[in-house]
């Protein structure tokens, strides 16, 4: 008799929760989605109301069936590459299973859009549309410089969602929604260099055609990009101006990325690069946002 006792109901629902988890994977990029459409939203009418709902229900529900359609297509370059995070790649979830997921996220999203007018819906379909070409039939995320853009694009047009329910897209609008385009592309930028090593010879991406220092020094430049349009914000109106005191904290973003071009690479140092940023930059981001808030509410008071 085998000593291996066949998984129990129990572990099969832990395993198929946890391969869920896997494949939904919200909490990368949903929470930052979520809170830059709220953004947008709060500079366009503070407070907001519950008209802003449908928007936060589409973002959540897009993105979602974005990130699973993504692992569809990348099963089989994940399982070479050994990226097993992905559990297609892993065969801890099946591929129909995966579709079927597909299709209930893609079913929420459009029904979230009906409440908008015709703006939201029409960017509401752009972006399922950008989601689908990105990792099929164009598969943008293959082709170098098109996979950044469209990257970048899916949180620009969240925050012009939020913001034209309040308010028709104008210059603040505008601005808003540019920040959001280059932080996207600082992020995937970031990501394609922790990646290019595995994935140099597996597909192109705009960091294995430029190379990990070219994309570093492109980093550099969206993150002054970013600085600039901070600064054009405040000084148009669309943030208070005492939220220029924090433009200095932009040199806690760009040193680690001089330092990460001055010293010889490894992959320590790129794989470090990432979480170092992102959380310095979510700090930053959190005390912008809550000096706002209390700025606006005071003010409301």
């Known amino acids: 008799m085998s000593d291996i006792e066949p998984p129990t109901g129990s572990v099969r629902r832990n395993n198929s929760y946890a391969a869920f988890l896997r494949i939904v994977r919200f909490h990368e990029y949903g929470p930052y989605y979520l809170i830059s459409a709220l953004a947008c939203g709060f500079v366009a009418k503070f407070p907001v109301n519950s008209s802003i709902i449908p928007v936060l229900i589409f973002v959540a529900a897009s993105s979602i069936f974005g990130f699973v359609i993504n692992d569809i297509a990348d099963a089989e370059l994940d399982r070479k590459a050994g990226k097993m995070r992905n559990p297609i790649a892993s065969h801890d979830l099946s591929v129909s299973a995966a579709w079927k997921l597909v299709l209930i996220f893609l079913g929420i999203a459009i029904l979230s859009l009906y409440p908008l007018d015709l703006l939201g819906k029409l960017l509401g379909i752009i972006i399922i549309t950008l989601f689908s070409g990105y990792s099929f039939g164009p598969r943008a995320k293959v082709r170098p410089g098109v ?155």
């Open 147 to 301: 996979d950044v853009a469209c990257h970048a694009s899916w949180n620009a047009l969240y925050g012009v969602m939020a913001y034209s329910v309040y308010r028709p897209l104008d210059l603040i609008g505008a601005q808003l929604s540019g920040l959001l385009f280059l932080s996207s592309m600082l992020m995937e930028l970031l990501n394609e260099i922790r990646d290019h090593d595995s994935e140099k010879d597996i597909i192109r991406t705009t960091a294995t055609l430029i190379g990990k220092r070219g994309a570093l020094k492109l980093c550099i430049l969206i993150l002054l990009l970013i600085l600039s349009l901070f600064i054009s914000l405040t000084v148009t109106g669309g943030l208070p101006w005492i939220l220029l005191i924090f433009s200095p904290s932009i040199i806690f973003l760009i040193k680690p990325i001089i330092n990460a071009l001055r010293t010889k690479q490894n992959e320590q140092t790129e794989q470090n690069l990432l979480p170092t940023l992102v959380s310095r930059g979510a700090t930053i981001v959190i005390l912008i946002f809550i000096a706002y808030l209390t700025i606006k509410v005071l003010k409301f008071g």
